[in-house]
RNA sequence: CGGGGCGUGGCGCAGCCUGGUAGCGCGCACCGUUCGGGUCGGUGAGGUCCCGAGUUCGAAUCUCGGCGCCCCGACCA
């Protein structure tokens, strides 16, 4: 039974002033969720019912390709965490027990279930599996944002593959693809599958799934050719330069006194930003010193130079740029230095560049890559919009949330905790391994950001905490509330996860509470629809109403609900 | 971690500069009214003014310290 008179869903007219982004503003008016610290929320009945929604569409795609639930403790031993190399990870709550045994709470749960799964597992015929659990994951994340979007508490799906070999990864692999192909196309979401980064920890390859929204925090690289990439890691052809000096037989010294930005050094000289060289100098953990270079209008990309360097790198700080690269800090430029130079791909074959001169007040013009110093190739700037695709088709750049990612870990966590089989003929080998995480919550965001228009939520009909509203209209013991009585029993008869606003409110207070909430269909009944044989529908996605026959309105409903979104 | 902002009934805010009985709107309770788009009127309840110390006859207001929350950036296997 659920009527609105007694449900605990406490609506606002007005957002929390702390909240900027709109599931944030949304969650909090259709009583959904409550915050109790920062990163920390609470969710209320209705909102719970919502990430149950979406986490029985996760349970049953991943069911369906084998997966085989279980369920993991949150509190681990700290010693998994140093075995694995995880254990320093700032985001990772670290903590002690009553008798000063390390533990952590985790963000993840390679550590533990590779540790189970090494103990149990011995042969090649128990493979492969796919093994998963929802749980609570903790992250001590340095800001928690966008009220649901980033928090340090959350709910998750994550599933681990256990395969024989790389191969076998791959078919896991593969498998959740087209799992989590269906599960957000079943909750109703826009979103993209992009190649990402595989990070710090390395692996084989990676996707995260994206569903484009304002609030989103990532930027994600798209073609109409089909192109999709985080920004972190995506490549693309330039815009050529357009105004590109003339060539110089050599490199003239030319004086720029005070011109240390791309901006001044343009200005002064007359010459387009692109026709200028970009000089960061980094300090490459374990490498030392090197000056990497990009096209004056392109922007380094730290993620994409890590892949390149195979290492860390920072920017150098303090002396390190007079004393380590001999320069000037805004004067800085690959002629005539001594530390190696990368430059980005972008850079190859422009000529009439200017760089800087390694000396104050001065820069170099009608520079040469290739023939006026000698770098190594990467690319390692960032994707802009307008830049091309392979195919030649135009990039542009939207703003995302990542809703799900999956990962080929390999044997990274298998070879430090003793993952290992016996197979047929020789021996013994790690367990090739992959894990695939899903935040719910942050699916019903998205969903929340993706179709709220200015009345509120418009929840996908795979999403929405209930089917229908039911708004019975008048005040209690009046005819329309005895057939609103009669519809609720027929529509729960039919199937329906029905709400029941039996409140004596007032009309508009009733239909404005029920597009806050954002159910896919509201059925109304009134005196005026009664007298005329009818029940007013509305469906929320547009508003769009229709008018149904108050005989057979269940039926009616459950026919048009066929066709909602 | 760097930068910025905010903490005053449940929510949104004013008051603070210039120290002197704590206010408004919404919400809530009750009475009446209205009854298909947050009706209207009346009455009422509800506040450690984030915490601590200091200045002062007197602190929401001034000073110092702390805590919390939000935003931007960095960060986010």
Avoid at 243 to 254: D, F, I, K, N, S
Avoid at 307 to 335: H, K, M, Q, T, W
Avoid at 349 to 375: A, M, Y
Wanted: hydrophobic share 40%; proline share 7%.
């Amino acid at each position: 039974m659920t009527r609105l008179s007694s449900y605990f869903l406490p609506t606002l007219k007005e957002a929390p002033a702390e909240a900027e982004a709109l599931s944030h503003k949304l969650f909090v008016r259709a009583g959904l969720a409550r915050q109790l610290s920062s990163g920390l929320w609470t969710f209320l009945p209705a909102g719970w019912r919502a990430h149950r929604k979406a986490e029985q569409i996760v349970r049953e795609e991943i069911d369906a390709i084998g997966g085989q639930e279980m369920l993991m403790p949150v509190l681990q031993p700290a010693e998994l965490w140093r075995t694995s190399g995880r254990y320093d990870i700032d985001e990772l709550f670290k903590l002690q027990d009553r008798r000063g045994a390390d533990l952590v709470l985790g963000m993840t749960s390679e550590e533990v279930l590779t540790f189970h799964v090494a103990r149990e597992i011995r042969s090649y015929r128990e493979l492969p599996k796919i093994l998963y659990h929802f749980q609570t994951k903790e992250r001590d994340e340095p800001r928690p944002r966008a009220g649901l979007l980033r928090t340090r508490e959350f709910i998750m799906k994550d599933s681990y593959s256990f395969d024989r070999d790389e191969a076998g990864l791959q078919h896991s692999y593969d498998l959740h693809i087209e799992a989590y192909d269906k599960i957000f196309d079943r909750a109703g979401l826009r979103w993209y599958r992009v190649a990402s980064d595989v990070g710090m920890m390395g692996g084989l390859g990676a996707h995260e799934y994206m569903a484009p929204c304002p609030a989103g925090e990532n930027d994600v690289a798209l073609s109409d050719a089909g192109y999709a990439a985080n920004v972190e890691i995506a490549s693309a052809t330039p815009q050529p330069v357009d105004g590109l000096p003339e060539p110089l037989p050599a490199p003239e010294r030319v004086e720029t006194p005070g011109a240390t930005t791309i901006e001044a050094v343009s200005n002064m000289l007359g010459v387009p930003p692109a026709a200028l060289i970009k000089a960061f100098p980094v300090i490459v953990e374990g490498k030392g010193p090197l000056l990497v270079l990009t096209r004056g209008d392109h922007r380094l990309n730290e993620f994409k130079l890590q892949n390149a360097l195979g290492a860390p790198a920072r920017p150098a700080e303090g002396d390190e740029v007079p004393r380590l690269f001999g320069s000037v800090g805004g004067f800085i430029g690959p002629v005539g230095t001594t530390v190696d130079v990368m430059a980005d791909e972008a850079l190859r074959g422009l000529h009439g560049l200017v760089t800087g001169g390694n000396e104050l007040d001065i820069h170099l013009r009608g520079v040469e890559p290739g023939r006026d110093f000698e770098p190594t190739w990467a690319d390692v700037r960032s994707v802009e919009a307008g830049d091309t695709d392979p195919t030649g088709a135009v990039i542009r750049i939207e703003p995302a949330i990542e809703v799900g990612n999956i990962f080929k870990l390999g044997t990274r966590y298998t070879v430090p905790l003793g993952g290992t089989y016996l197979d047929a003929q020789d021996g013994e080998h790690p367990l090739w391994m992959g894990c695939y995480g899903i935040g719910p919550a942050r699916i019903m965001a998205a969903a929340i950001e993706q179709y709220a228009d200015d009345a509120g939520i418009s929840w996908p009909r795979s999403l929405s905490p209930f089917d229908v509203e039911l708004v019975g209209l008048g005040k209690e013991g009046e005819p329309a509330r005895e057939v609103a009585e009669r519809l609720y029993e027929e529509l729960r008869q039919a199937g329906f996860d029905v709400l029941y606003d039996d409140r004596d409110s007032s009309p508009g207070e009733k239909f404005a509470d029920a597009e806050l909430l954002g159910c896919p269909l509201r059925l109304t009944v009134g005196k005026k629809g009664i007298e005329a044989g009818e029940v007013e529908a509305q469906i929320r996605r547009g508003r769009e109403k229709r008018s149904l026959p108050l005989e057979g309105a269940a039926e009616a409903a459950a026919e048009l609900w066929q066709s909602l979104p």
